[in-house]
Nanobody, 127 residues
Framework: QVQLIESGGGLVQAGGSLRLSCAASGRTFTTYAMGWFRQAPGKEREFVAAIRWNSGVTYYAGSVKGRFTVSRDNARNTVSLQMNSLRPEDTAVYYC????????????????????WGQGTQVTVSS
């Protein structure tokens, strides 16, 4: 059974940084793509970034490109999202997701593309 557990959320001032982590277990994830999504109150869940576990190829939403970096640690079975230059509009619950897929990570960017989800972690950016 796939289990994804996020951590690292919190409150930060605009311009600050946070690092989210997603601990993955229950599978060998080498053929998986891992995604980060976020959902603000009253809004749909939106794609943030994705990484292919075996190759490390990444893809980002335009709104975070250049500010956020997704990475994976094979030894620890974790995926991280480094968030810099945070803005109030980045405030949301952030979710880690996984799917066993050979598709390009740039083509799996909706929440329907992913099969497994973490419980989410709150990120709040104050102005």
């Amino acid at each position: 059974q796939v289990q994804l557990i996020e951590s690292g959320g919190g409150l930060v001032q605009a311009g600050g940084s946070l690092r989210l982590s997603c601990a993955a277990s229950g599978r060998t994830f080498t053929t998986y793509a891992m995604g980060w999504f976020r959902q603000a109150p009253g809004k749909e869940r939106e794609f943030v970034a994705a990484i292919r576990w075996n190759s490390g190829v990444t893809y980002y939403a335009g709104s975070v490109k250049g500010r956020f970096t997704v990475s994976r640690d094979n030894a620890r079975n974790t995926v991280s999202l480094q968030m810099n230059s945070l803005r109030p509009e980045d405030t949301a619950v952030y979710y880690c997701a996984a799917v066993k897929s050979g598709k390009r990570v740039g083509s799996i960017i909706t929440h329907r593309d992913y099969d497994y989800w973490g419980q989410g972690t709150q990120v709040t950016v104050s102005s």
